[in-house]
């Protein structure tokens, strides 16, 4: 069964240091792989996707991600992370349409930022 | 142009009571989830639309659960006789199907937050 595993519950970094979160997925395909991002009491705003081709990805906000097919992990980076960061990520995997097209989440991370 | 929108944003019922959530997607996305995001769960997928074709309904925790969209457009999400195990926010997202794409984004609306008191 496919599932998604963000190991980190709760992050705490200081404003302007690197950011790294983690995310491992299991899927038996090729995988539609994303991360959202949710701020307090806002819906999901995606940050970046990654369905095929080079696998660094970029995204908005200065955030990119990384997909590792040998690792089976997408994590998400930022070189330098702003008080506005802190919020929760989800990492989530899709489905193909055909097969219903549902994203399947990990349990998400929260990030704290420290000035 | 516009998002999805949910309607109510928040919304307190009492134990046993009937609830009704709506969702407008984004116009011409002629797919449509719902998901639900609880503390204990994280967030779950509840039920698909796609077009004409059958609803998936496998995320549906129990038969109190129903969901409908009429024309293809509106969604509406029932739950009846509500428990507190429902309290939950309550998420829409909409998506474009490209019939060469293996995958579509989804755009999620703002939620609805439901407590069951």
């Known amino acids: 069964a496919q599932s998604v595993t963000q190991p980190d519950i709760h992050i705490t970094v200081s404003e302007g240091a690197s950011l790294e979160l983690r995310c491992n997925y299991s899927?038996?395909?090729?995988?539609?792989l994303f991360w959202y991002v949710q701020s307090p009491g806002q819906g999901l705003q995606l940050l970046l996707k990654?369905?095929?081709?080079?696998?660094l990805v970029q995204g908005i906000k200065g955030f990119e991600a990384e997909f590792k097919r040998s690792q089976s992990s997408f994590n998400l980076r930022k070189p330098s992370v702003h008080w506005s960061d802190a919020a929760e990520y989800f990492c989530?995997?899709?489905?193909?349409?055909?097969?219903?097209?549902?994203?399947?989440f990990g349990q998400g991370t929260e990030l704290s930022v420290k000035p | 142009g516009a998002g999805v929108s949910q309607s109510p944003s928040n919304k307190v019922t009492e134990k046993g009571k009937d609830v009704e959530l709506r969702c407008d997607p984004i116009?011409?996305?002629?797919?449509l989830y719902w998901y639900r995001q609880s503390l204990g769960q994280g967030l779950e997928f509840l039920i698909y639309?796609?077009?004409?074709?059958?609803?998936?309904k496998s995320g549906l925790p129990s038969d109190r659960f129903s969901a409908e969209r009429t024309g293809g457009s509106v969604s509406t999400l029932t739950i009846q006789r509500t428990q507190q195990e429902d309290s939950a926010v309550y998420l829409c997202?909409?998506?474009?199907?490209?019939?060469?794409?293996?995958?579509?984004?989804?755009?999620f609306g703002p939620g609805t937050r439901l407590t069951v008191l």
């Open positions: 997202a909409s998506s474009f199907v490209l019939m060469r794409a293996g995958y579509n984004e989804q755009f």
């Open positions: 899927y038996g395909a090729t995988p539609y």
């Open positions: 990654y369905f095929s081709g080079d696998t």
């Open positions: 989530a995997v899709g489905r193909a349409y055909n097969q219903g097209g549902k994203l399947i």
């Open positions: 116009s011409g996305h002629t797919a």
């Open positions: 639309f796609q077009g004409n074709s059958a609803p998936d």
